[in-house]
């Protein structure tokens, strides 16, 4: 294995700055836990604890690789469209052609696995810019599942085993879809903390060129973290429809911008290079019990997507002044 | 640098594509070809070029804005308001219109001034601004406008006409203005390299604020021309216009690099995926597939653009 160290290493931030950002967000969910646990009502139980965590997990799922494409300086805009289109085909497995609900699940991930390979492909193939490819495949993955339901097939009927993933607990009252989120997060951090493969990931996202003369496979790593985002979303359609008991054409709409969302507000740079899976984690944190917290103590909803905008332009632009190198 | 036609090869190619489809639909259905249906489409698609002008700028400029349909749905209501209070439509629409810029002036002031990224920038305006308007509307139409609201008070035919002439307007006076004004090459320089822009005297900074606030500026007349097509005005206009403006601009040629490509390419973009939806209806396919279309017609569109340079690189990649 290469030495990807040496790889167009990062200014290295000083220690007090390195890690004010995941700082500050921890702090942020601090502050909102007591807030909310004043100002709203049944905020500060396990079950409110259990239902928080039960509605992030699509959105988790997708952000967790979401993180890994952006710090390569990619981005995945499909993510959304590609959960819908795994849903509705995993529905179609399961009540058309009479698959294993178990079988099904894995046609969605296998959907999911296909996308990323296409993205891949046109982003580290042909090197058309990232946000082109996933925008042309946004509206793909999104029209095939339009078509191939005709705009209105519902898939429903899914048998008790995969509405427990969705809507059951296990014992300790842990809604049964969290395990698989601490999973992923827990693989993720691993792949990015602790492997080379993160250290590449992070390098490409500084500099490609630099990257591959440090002997980093540049289109290997592409394809890995597209294809992760392509199967994340599968699993995501898997948690979706067995969470809401349904797959429709409109499955995951607008998901990709909740996700990008929680990566940025968690410190990931948009350029890439820096960011980290914690702050991910965070960033989701903060988001959720931001729009449970708000429900809770009566406040209109709308207040939670306004607080979340800008949250977002506060954070980039902290995140600005500790230093991030522009690129105008 | 490429010379003669090759620098528009890309505008050839969306041109040589729109015209296989317009052969296909002479040959398959010449009724798609009736006045009545040309003329609904074009009133369809003049908002949209209307709002892929201004994209246009910001993509040139190296920027991107996702916020326009937040944009679109404040300048729709705010005309709607603005009418019901009586104020003659051509003020409304010059009212509206600045609301546009103001708009457009925030991403400018938080992308040029402050050095923010514009796509993470125009993620968090465009949710805090269609939020904002939701809380404030909370979801109800605006109703009951004046009489001289829907096509400008000139009736149908007119109001149409109207629509059309306006978009077209716009496009002419903009794609005069990117080629022959220091303007318009300030632009191009500044999306291309920003530093040897600066170097030369331009200020790339005051281009891409006032790019972001022409953008701003043509979302709220597009919302005008829209708004003025129905009796109503929907609190959830515009979700999705950015994709569709984006892609239009994109499948046109212009570079989301910075720097390169045409109005004349936005033109052809907006109408090429302007007409497959109608077209697929008229040669008897499910309309159903139009928008797995347009993904295939924009992916079709950028690597064709790389395939060339992949070719000639591929042992180094």
Redesign the interface.
């Known amino acids: 294995m290469a030495a990807p160290e040496v790889a167009a290493a990062p200014p290295a931030p000083r220690a007090w700055t390195r890690h004010t950002h995941e700082g500050l967000l921890l702090a942020l969910v601090i502050a909102e836990v007591a807030y909310f646990a004043h100002a709203g009502s049944n905020f500060f139980t396990t079950g409110n604890a259990g239902e928080v965590a039960r509605a992030s997990v699509e959105i988790g799922l997708l952000a967790l690789a979401l993180t890994a494409v952006i710090l390569t300086g990619g981005i995945d805009l499909s993510v959304g469209s590609l959960l819908g289109l795994a849903a509705v085909l995993m529905g179609s497995a399961h009540r058309d052609l009479h698959w294993p609900i178990g079988v099904a699940a894995l046609v969605a991930v296998a959907v999911g696995v296909g996308g990323g390979v296409l993205n891949a492909a046109l982003v580290a193939r042909l090197g058309v810019p990232p946000l082109i490819v996933t925008l042309g495949t946004y509206s793909l993955f999104r029209g095939i599942a339009e078509g191939f339901t005709g705009g209105i097939r519902n898939y429903t009927d899914f048998p008790p085993a995969l509405l427990f993933l969705g809507q059951g607990r296990l014992p300790g009252g842990i809604p049964a879809q969290v395990p698989l989120l601490v999973l992923a997060a827990v693989f993720f951090w691993l792949l990015v903390h602790r492997t080379p493969i993160g250290r590449g990931v992070r390098a490409i996202g500084f500099s490609p060129e630099g990257a591959r003369f440090a002997g980093i496979p540049v289109a290997r790593r592409l394809l890995l973290v597209y294809v992760l985002s392509g199967a994340m979303a599968g699993l995501a359609a898997v948690v979706y429809a067995a969470r809401l008991g349904q797959a429709k054409a409109d499955a995951g709409s607008g998901y990709e911008l909740f996700a990008i969302t929680a990566v940025v507000l968690g410190g990931t740079s948009i350029f890439g290079g820096r960011g980290t899976v914690h702050g991910t984690l965070l960033g989701l944190i903060a988001v959720a019990l931001l729009q449970n917290g708000l429900r809770l103590a009566d406040q209109p909803a709308e207040l939670a997507g306004i607080l979340t905008g800008v949250l977002l332009i506060g954070a980039i632009g902290a995140n600005r002044l500790v230093g991030e190198r522009s690129r105008a | 640098m490429t010379r003669g036609l090759g620098r528009y090869r890309r505008e050839l190619g969306v041109a040589a594509a729109l015209a296989v489809l317009l052969a296909l639909l002479a040959v398959k259905a010449p009724a798609f070809f009736a006045g009545a249906n040309l003329r609904d489409l074009l009133v369809a698609n003049a908002p949209v070029l209307v709002a892929a002008v201004g994209m246009t700028l910001v993509v040139l400029a190296r920027q991107?804005d996702i916020s326009i349909g937040s944009q679109f749905a404040i300048c729709g209501v705010a005309a709607g308001l603005l009418a019901k209070t009586g104020l003659p439509m051509p003020f409304v629409t010059i009212g509206v219109v600045a609301a546009g810029a103001g708009l457009g002036a925030i991403n400018g002031a938080?992308v040029a001034g402050?050095?923010?990224?514009a796509?993470?920038?125009t993620?968090?305006?465009?949710?805090?601004l269609?939020?904002?308007l939701?809380?404030r509307t909370e979801g109800v139409w605006i109703q009951d406008l004046p009489e001289r609201f829907q096509w400008f008070g000139l009736g149908q035919a007119g109001g149409r006409t109207a629509i059309v002439v306006a978009a077209l307007v716009v496009f002419a006076a903009f794609a005069w203005g990117l080629r022959r004004l220091a303007a318009g090459r300030a632009v191009y320089a500044a999306g291309s390299d920003?530093e040897a822009a600066r170097l030369v005297g331009i200020h790339?900074?005051r281009v891409i604020f006032a790019a972001f606030v022409f953008m701003g500026a043509l979302t709220g007349l597009s919302a005008v021309l829209t708004a003025i097509q129905f009796i109503d005005v929907q609190t959830s206009a515009g979700a999705g216009l950015e994709?569709k403006v984006?892609?239009a601009v994109?499948v046109g040629g212009v570079a989301?690099?910075g720097g390169r490509g045409t109005l004349v390419g936005t033109l052809l973009g907006v109408t090429l995926l302007g007409t497959i939806g109608p077209a697929l209806t008229f040669l008897g396919t499910?309309a159903?597939?139009?928008?797995?279309?347009?993904?295939?017609v924009?992916?079709l569109a950028?690597?064709t653009?790389?395939?060339p340079?992949?070719v000639r690189t591929r042992g180094g990649?």
Do not use: K
């Open positions: 991107i938080l402050l050095g923010l990224p796509i993470v920038v993620l968090a305006t465009m949710v805090v269609r939020e904002g939701r809380w920003p790339p900074r994709m984006i892609a994109v989301i690099s499910q159903y597939w139009e928008r797995a279309l347009q993904g295939a924009i992916l950028v690597s653009d790389a395939l340079s992949f990649a």
